[in-house]
Every structure is written in C-alpha cells, then in structure tokens.
C-alpha cells in the first residue's frame, strides 16, 4: 500500500521543572539537561531514519512554548530546515496552570472544585474535542505543503505537548477522547506517526520511544 504522507507528532522533553508546578502554557519553563540529550537524541533518530529511507522531513513546526522550540531546534538543525511556530500546536488551556501539588491544593480550596464537574468535556480546561480540531487543522495543512514540495511520500514533524497529541491519536483512532491520564501512551519526546496510504480514509498510527533508555531518569509531569 502506497505511503501518501506521514506526519509525525513529538512530544517535548523533559522540562526544568524542581517544583513540580503544572506548568501548562506558562511560557518560562524550558529543558532540562536531561530534556536536552532527549531533543538531541530524537533529532539523531530522525536522522538515521532518514538515512534508511533516503527520505528526509520536508517541514519541522513547533508550538511556541520553550519547551517544545528547544525540542524542535536539533531536529531542524539535522535537516537545514527553518524551524516553524505554529499557535496551535500549543498546550491545552488548564484552569490550575500555575500550580504545584494540585490535588493538595483542590483538597484544600473548595471554590475549585466546581472546576472538576464535568471530566468529560473537561471542566478544567480546553475541550479535548477543540485540541483535537485545531491539532488536526495543523496537521492537514502541513501533510498538504510537505506534499506539495516533496511529493507523494512526504514527511513533516511536528512538536507539541502531551494531552493535545494524545487527543489527537484518540480522534484519529475513533476512540473516546476522555481517558485516565495516567493510561496515556505518549512519553518525553515519543514519536506518534500519522501515517497516510492511498485507500485509507484515516491516517493509521504508529507510535515510537527514541529515547526509551532515558525515561527511567526523567520526572514526566504533565503540562496540563
């Protein structure tokens, strides 16, 4: 079956983050050393999957935040490509961004909790079906112009955040969009590839860890 695009989606790395805050789209929380090896590494497995290839990204976009432009910039560097910031790749919006300890701190301040009243949606922040569209009005966009500059075949990467690529793979898959967060497959900078073949009318998934022998080393708390 013929391959007409693959757009990759890449999760950040780990972030400087001591306080364990919920850092969400607060825009001063970069990498880590840790955080930096990984963007090294994910940038050193694109790089020899290209070499096997013989088929490297035509685009590399990133969400505006620190974390995801710092993850970004070795993979365009691999490629001599320019590094593209696109708003909508950004963390989901959260209600508690800004704070640490976040289930001690709902415990003790009542007038949160009517922000928990609907999981499904969530209540707290952005609707999981919202960080869904505007990921995939993204993603059609780029599959589009990568497609158009390099023809059928074409890759494109695109670095975001954990939730909003999660949601993103559960709408593609038809699955539900609310889940546990802690059942989520989406690891410090994993690889979630939106593959698309001729007759498919979805794109099939395909899910990868460059940096699998790090993750042991790393805190993973979620942006939001």
């Not at 780990?14 to 990984?38: A, I, Q, T």
Request: charged share 20%; proline share 8%.
């Amino acid at each position: 079956m013929q391959t007409l695009a693959t757009v990759h989606l890449v999760r950040h790395g780990e972030v400087h983050n001591p306080d364990r805050v919920l850092y969400g789209r607060l825009p001063e929380f970069g990498l880590s050393e840790l955080g930096h090896e990984m963007a090294r590494g994910v940038a050193a497995w694109f790089a020899e999957r290209a070499a096997q290839s013989g088929r490297a990204p035509a685009a590399v976009a990133a969400s505006p935040l620190t974390r995801a432009q710092q993850t970004a910039a070795p993979i365009a560097a691999a490629f001599d490509l320019p590094l593209v910031t696109e708003p909508d790749l950004i963390e989901a919006e959260n209600a508690f961004e800004g704070m640490s300890q976040v289930a001690a701190s709902l415990k003790r301040n009542p007038r949160l909790w009517p922000r928990l009243r609907n999981p499904l949606r969530p209540s707290w922040g952005e609707p999981y079906r919202a960080q869904a569209a505007r990921m995939l009005a993204v993603v059609d966009r780029l599959r589009g112009e990568a497609v158009a500059a390099d023809g059928p075949g074409a890759e494109s990467v695109l670095v975001s955040h954990q939730l909003p690529i999660w949601v993103t793979r559960l709408a593609v898959e038809g699955r539900p969009l609310w889940h546990d967060p802690r059942r989520r497959e989406c690891s410090l900078t994993s690889v979630t590839s939106l593959v698309y073949e001729e007759g498919r009318g979805v794109p099939r998934v395909e899910y990868h860890e460059p940096n699998q022998a790090l993750l042991k080393d790393a805190s993973s708390l979620p942006g939001a």
